[in-house]
């Protein structure tokens, strides 16, 4: 209303709203999130561009845990459901999301297909996105870290091209390393654009076909799933009040060069209470042997 | 190609907030864009031109504002250029990204209200 004169005219508003675009996303994400958390599923969004390798590598990783643990998936997909067929082939239960236009998941896609899918007594549960490394970046789905694949034969260029899908990743898996010999690829190179976009990169090298690196990257999954929260079950539906909670505490890496760096691991964010001590900072820093790109075989000293 | 779902959020967005207020027309939109958020701003401008037709932010001007990506050292502060190694060569520590620059925000929506 027009208070200056009464004339009854409507006025114009300027309203602060300073709200992220995607913050009905989040809400869903972080909802899928608390979901995860309470059943002591370890969520993993697994990025790349079409033809990386990411059915490939969960099927491997089938086969290099044997059974240990229960591996389900839900597979983005423009138009088939080949993938989710693939993996179920692999023994990994496996539901398709036909995305059909879509580019990427979103944590409305995933909480849907958890409605019908039985994921709650999975150990390790791979939503495979869409094959894009450009979208998928931007959609939280309420995983408990990123996997982006990035085959060898794709271009050395490609993290310094695709600097937000890296910037995000908490590992890059580099595969089809058995293709090394036939290529005229120099891995140093690619090592070194990831070193530019992320700023704690790790990398570790790759084939599904010979099983190269299937072990450091089994033992970077059981790294991060000794950090989830403890008692599968018994954890109630997490808190709804947040609370601000700075984190740092250094790591300290000794390469083989002889460099030494100390990592600490500020952070800075609000959470809920089914935190598990190490269960977000914990960069997977119990395998022994997965490769920084800072530099191949170097002893953790904590 | 997000661009065009991430206008129907913003939108719906605008939508809920509008019907809030109980505004009977959206003048201007205000919106930040991080130069790391994914996000080609064209793309995203164009995308709104065509969806928004049919919808309450037909007549409405969105203003776009880049915000840059700056990396720094969270110890010593020391900047790091565009293309550099993303740790302190002095402190080892892990770059620090700037403030918005991975965000899509609607910063402020102005509307008609009785």
Redesign the interface.
Known sequence: MCTTCGCGDSSLVPVDVHEKILAGNDRVATHNRQHFAAAGVLALNVMGSPGAGKTALLEATAKATGGRWRLGAVSGDLATDNDARRLEKAGIPSRAITTGQGCHLDAQLVHDALHAFAWKDLDVFFIENVGNLVCPAVYDLGQAANVVALSVTEGEDKPLKYPVMFKGADLVLLTKCDLLPHLDVDVEQILDGLRRVMPRPEVIQVSARTGQGMDAWVRWLEARRAGLPRGRGTAVHVHTHEHPHVHAHAHEHRHADGTVHSHPHGHEHAHGHLHAPGSEEDHGHGGADHAHATGSGHEHGH | ??EY??VQ??V??VEA?ALE?K??AV?RLV?SVGE????DPELFQTAYDTFRTGTICERTAMELRRVPAR?AC??CGREIAR?????CAA???????SAGA?????????????
């Open positions: 190609m997000h779902s991430l959020s913003l719906g967005r907030l207020r505004a009977t003048h919106v790391l958020a994914g996000l990396w969270p110890g293309g550099e190694i993303l740790t402190c080892g520590l892990p770059a620090k990204l991975d965000e899509i925000l609607l910063e402020t929506v102005e509307m008609e209200v009785p």
